[in-house]
C-alpha cells in the first residue's frame, strides 16, 4: 500500500511502497522492523493495484530490503514494471546488497528518475549484520554510478569507524548524498566521539558534487563533550 512518510527516516521521502515485505534475512541487531514483522518474504499482489501518482519521491522497499539474495528478480521485475507506469515520480531503492540490485537493472527495464542507496555503517567489521560485507556494497554501488544511475549512502546508524577507511569506501560509491545518523533505539553499538564524527562531516563536505544530509539524531553524539 502506498503510504504517506510521516516518521523522520528520510526527510525528502514524500511516500513508502512495500509491494516485497516481510522478514529481513539480512537480521541487522539494529533494525527498527526486527521486533515487529514476522512473516516471511512475500510479494504483496494487491499493491499493484496502487496508484502511485505524480510528483512523489518514494522510498520503494522501506520495510525489508527487497535486493536481499533470497527475494527472486521476477519480483524485482514486476516492481520495476509497475513504478514505469508511473514515470513522474522519483524512486529511492536502499539496499545493503547492491550486487543483486546490478543483476536487476541489467536484466530490466528500471525507471528512469531512480536513486540507489547502500547502507555503509562503518568501514570496520561490527558484526552487527547478515548482509554482504562494507566493502562488497561500496564495490557494486560504485559500478551502478558508472552506469549514470544516482547513488547514495546513507552512514546510519554510525558505528565507530576508521577516517581515511571510511571516507574511501564513501568515494568508491560516487555518491550525490550522504546521510548521516545514530542510533535511536539504544542498541548499545560502538560509536564515534564527537571530534572523529565533525572530521569526517568536514571531510565529506570538501568532495565535490556530494550534498551531506545530517539526521536530528546526530545531536545526541555531536554533544558528547
Known sequence: MLREQKGNMYEWVTHTWNPVSGKCPHNCIYCYMKGIVKRPLHLDQKSFKDCLGAGRVIFIGSGTDMFCRQVPLEWIKR???????????????QSKNPRRFLESVESFKYPKNIQFCTTIESDLDHGVSDAPTVRERAYYTGLIAEMGIETAVTIEPIMSFTQRGLIDLIKTCSPMLVNIGADSK???????????????????????????HKKRNLVRLLKKR
Open 79 to 93: 516492481v520495476f514494471q509497475h513504478c514505469n507506469l508511473f514515470p513522474k515520480n522519483k524512486y529511492f531503492f
Open 186 to 212: 539504544g542498541h548499545g553499538l560502538s560509536e564515534p566521539d564527537d571530534l572523529q564524527l565533525e572530521r569526517l562531516i568536514s571531510t565529506l563536505r570538501g568532495l565535490d558534487g556530494v550534498k551531506i
